[in-house]
């Protein structure tokens, strides 16, 4: 299957990742339908940020995953879905769990079963390396142990195995993607690196909750060619990839990485409200990328101060949409 004129859907295209996935498919030549969440505003999200001619070739279908008639509607037709549309933040979870497992699990689940009966080629699942809880070894491969360490990792391990079932069950050809901590342009200040780039760029102090924590940091376009290569790959059907750089950093020591790139003095602060309960807190992930390689010809291409310092120019020409005074989550 070639990506040039392939109909698509991407759910949650109005997300970080998403958006980044939408402009590089319509840029590769896929036609591409995406579903955004409804909401009155009409606002289909980072969407909006796409140069003019990528969101003229686009059709949007805005509605919500909880919705079987919708997604049904939405998946006729196509040939591959990129399914990333779920709420993806933890400390949200703890909040409102019930929200975060309904989109996640009722979504995912009606996802699977309009593509199983619109006969689609392929389902990418997006996953998490949330799903893997702290290391119980390093690097963590697919064969890792799951531990639900949060609702959010919850909602997505019960998505994983529905994609895994779907597959067994019905010959649906699913692959599913585990992203580890993807970053860059167009990420929200719910998530760490924005949040320490905005405060690093506006404050004298960066606030942070636990700085002990390690995790691997993969750029958006490396995590974007990854789902694309999952989508169109051949012989991939049944199979679970991490994308991941394979190395990590404390969240401590990236802060500092990041406020010397900003190039400011500013000193890193203890916040205690941003502490996650502690049998909560992941305290590892590094990724064992060695499948992707081998599966999807795969590797991170961004390094990560490059990364960091295409992230902080991005954000730094953008700063009203961030608020660095505030804890988003």
């Given at each position: 299957m070639n990506i040039d004129s392939s109909v698509v859907l991407v759910t949650g295209a109005g997300g970080?990742?998403?958006?980044?996935?939408?402009?590089?498919?319509?840029?590769?030549?896929?036609?591409?339908?995406?579903?955004?969440?409804?909401?009155?505003?009409?606002?289909?999200?980072?969407?909006?940020?796409?140069?003019?001619?990528?969101?003229?070739?686009?059709?949007?279908?805005?509605?919500?995953?909880?919705?079987?008639?919708?997604?049904?509607?939405?998946?006729?037709?196509?040939?591959?879905?990129?399914?990333?549309?779920?709420?993806?933040?933890?400390?949200?979870?703890?909040?409102?769990?019930?929200?975060?497992?309904?989109?996640?699990?009722?979504?995912?689940?009606?996802?699977?079963?309009?593509?199983?009966?619109?006969?689609?080629?392929?389902?990418?699942?997006?996953?998490?390396?949330?799903?893997?809880?702290?290391?119980?070894?390093?690097?963590?491969?697919?064969?890792?142990?799951?531990?639900?360490?949060?609702?959010?990792?919850?909602?997505?391990?019960?998505?994983?195995?529905?994609?895994?079932?779907?597959?067994?069950?019905?010959?649906?050809?699913?692959?599913?993607?585990?992203?580890?901590?993807?970053?860059?342009?167009?990420?929200?200040?719910?998530?760490?690196?924005?949040t320490i780039i905005a405060q690093a760029l506006t404050g004298d102090e960066v606030y942070l909750g636990a700085t002990h924590p390690r995790r691997d940091l993969t750029y958006v376009s490396d995590t974007v060619a990854g789902l694309i290569a999952a989508g169109y790959g051949e012989d991939l059907e049944g199979q679970t990839i991490n994308l991941g750089s394979g190395q990590d950093i404390s969240i401590g020591d990236l802060g500092h990485r990041i406020i010397d790139l900003v190039g400011r003095d500013v000193e890193l602060v203890f916040d205690a409200t941003r502490i996650r309960p502690q049998a909560s807190e992941v305290q590892q992930l590094l990724a064992d990328n060695s499948k992707a390689a081998e599966l999807l010809g795969w590797q991170p291409q961004i390094e990560l101060d490059e990364g960091l310092q295409l992230t902080i120019d991005w954000i730094s020409n953008r700063l009203p949409l961030y608020s660095p005074d505030d804890y988003v989550f």
């Amino acid at each position: 299957m070639n990506i040039d004129s392939s109909v698509v859907l991407v759910t949650g295209a109005g997300g970080f990742i998403g958006s980044h996935l939408v402009e590089e498919l319509a840029r590769q030549g896929a036609k591409v339908r995406c579903f955004v969440c409804y909401n009155s505003r009409n606002d289909p999200g980072l969407l909006k940020m796409l140069p003019y001619e990528v969101r003229e070739s686009l059709e949007i279908v805005m509605a919500d995953l909880t919705s079987p008639e919708a997604v049904r509607e939405a998946v006729e037709g196509t040939e591959v879905v990129f399914h990333l549309g779920a709420i993806i933040s933890i400390p949200y979870s703890y909040a409102h769990p019930r929200d975060v497992l309904e989109a996640n699990v009722q979504g995912t689940l009606n996802v699977l079963l309009a593509a199983r009966d619109a006969r689609v080629d392929r389902v990418v699942h997006t996953s998490t390396s949330e799903v893997y809880g702290s290391a119980q070894y390093v690097p963590i491969d697919e064969k890792h142990p799951l531990c639900a360490q949060s609702p959010y990792s919850a909602s997505k391990i019960a998505a994983d195995k529905i994609a895994e079932s779907f597959g067994r069950s019905y010959g649906l050809g699913v692959v599913t993607v585990r992203p580890f901590n993807t970053y860059g342009p167009r990420q929200s200040d719910r998530a760490v690196i924005p949040t320490i780039i905005a405060q690093a760029l506006t404050g004298d102090e960066v606030y942070l909750g636990a700085t002990h924590p390690r995790r691997d940091l993969t750029y958006v376009s490396d995590t974007v060619a990854g789902l694309i290569a999952a989508g169109y790959g051949e012989d991939l059907e049944g199979q679970t990839i991490n994308l991941g750089s394979g190395q990590d950093i404390s969240i401590g020591d990236l802060g500092h990485r990041i406020i010397d790139l900003v190039g400011r003095d500013v000193e890193l602060v203890f916040d205690a409200t941003r502490i996650r309960p502690q049998a909560s807190e992941v305290q590892q992930l590094l990724a064992d990328n060695s499948k992707a390689a081998e599966l999807l010809g795969w590797q991170p291409q961004i390094e990560l101060d490059e990364g960091l310092q295409l992230t902080i120019d991005w954000i730094s020409n953008r700063l009203p949409l961030y608020s660095p005074d505030d804890y988003v989550f």
